[in-house]
């Protein structure tokens, strides 16, 4: 039977030197999700996804991936797969060559010809298997990085920015593979700074400066979040946000199309607000949590 947490740990962190680039971090991601891992560049999110691949020891703290304790680097490598942008995509060798040289290192002789072929139908790379990897197209080189990452089987999945510099179809085609994967059993952990992806995680997790801020499913996020949000309809766009700015209880403010965007501390300032335009009270997006968490301002819920 699989565990029913692909990821635990406890007080994990990083120092390099005597700067913490991961303070203590504990952790639990179920089995079977497409977890999302936000933050902003220089978050740590990198840093996370190397210790728990087993790639880079942890200065401090436990860790058990797959089922395989970080203590035992070796065997949480068998059991996970690591892709990124950057990673073991060789431009010179073919497709099917790229998945059977991955193949080769982690699997039976005999088990790689089978393996390799799965792969490539399941990714739908078949049809490319000859063609040498620089000829692909970002999406498919992306598609077969990923291929190379779970020819093994791996029970957890890392995937660090995979869509980064993608177009949106070849992102929403990449989600399609990361579902499809996570239908057959494995644990997505995936990094990302676009808010429609972090959307389509079934589990968050927001980090800054190294610090895991919060933890939850989108909704439970967004439902979080101090203060209200309203948007307000007027042909007065300029006028009305400088008012609705300098108004009491209102901490932000700013245009979006053909509206002025507010945020209040709470629902007293709506009578004042409703005075200003057309007003109608919005639900946060997942942007709106990142800027509240990771923004500059970071004002509404960071101490
Ligand atoms: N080998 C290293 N030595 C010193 N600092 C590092 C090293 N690797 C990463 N860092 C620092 O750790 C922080 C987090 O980096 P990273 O994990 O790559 O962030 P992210 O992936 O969220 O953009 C950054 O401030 C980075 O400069
Ligand atoms: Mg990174």
Redesign the pocket.
């Known amino acids: 039977m699989q565990d029913t947490v692909a990821i635990h740990t406890e007080h994990l962190s990083?120092r390099?030197?005597r700067?913490e680039?991961?303070a203590p971090l504990s952790l639990t991601v179920a089995s079977g999700i497409v977890f999302g891992y936000l933050?902003?560049?220089?978050?740590?999110?990198?840093?996370?996804?190397?210790m728990l691949s087993g790639v880079l020891p942890p200065s401090s703290g436990t860790g058990t991936v797959a089922g395989a304790s970080l203590s035992d680097p070796e065997a949480v490598k068998a059991r996970i797969g690591y892709a990124n942008q950057a990673a073991s995509v060789y431009g010179d060798l073919t497709v099917e060559e790229n998945v059977r040289f991955k193949a080769a290192l982690y699997l039976r002789p005999r088990d790689v010809g089978p393996a390799v072929n799965a792969t490539l139908e399941r990714l739908g790379l078949a049809r490319w298997r000859a063609h040498k990897a620089a000829q692909l197209s970002g999406g498919w080189r992306q598609r077969l990085c990923i291929g190379t990452a779970v020819v093994h089987e791996p029970r957890v999945l890392f995937l660090?920015?995979p869509t980064a510099g993608l177009d949106p179809v070849a992102r929403r085609d990449l989600w399609d593979v990361i579902y499809d994967l996570t239908a057959s059993g494995t644990t997505v952990f995936v990094?990302t700074h676009y808010m429609d992806e972090a959307e389509r995680c079934q589990e968050l997790a927001l980090?800054a400066d190294?610090h895991l801020l919060a933890q939850g499913t989108p909704q439970q996020l967004r439902a979080q979040l101090p203060g209200v949000r309203y948007a307000l309809r007027t042909p007065h766009l300029a006028e009305t946000l400088h008012a609705a700015r300098a108004l009491d209880g209102v901490t932000g403010a700013w245009i979006i199309g053909d509206e002025v965007r507010v945020v209040a501390d709470d629902a007293r300032t709506a009578t004042v607000l409703a005075r200003l335009g057309e007003l109608r009270e919005v639900t946060p997006s997942l942007e709106d949590v990142f800027v509240a968490y990771a923004g500059p301002t970071r004002s509404e819920v960071r101490a």
Request: aromatic content about 4%.
């Open positions: 990083k390099y030197g700067t680039v991961i933050g902003p560049n220089g978050a740590g999110k990198t840093t996370t996804i190397r660090d920015e990094t980090l190294g």
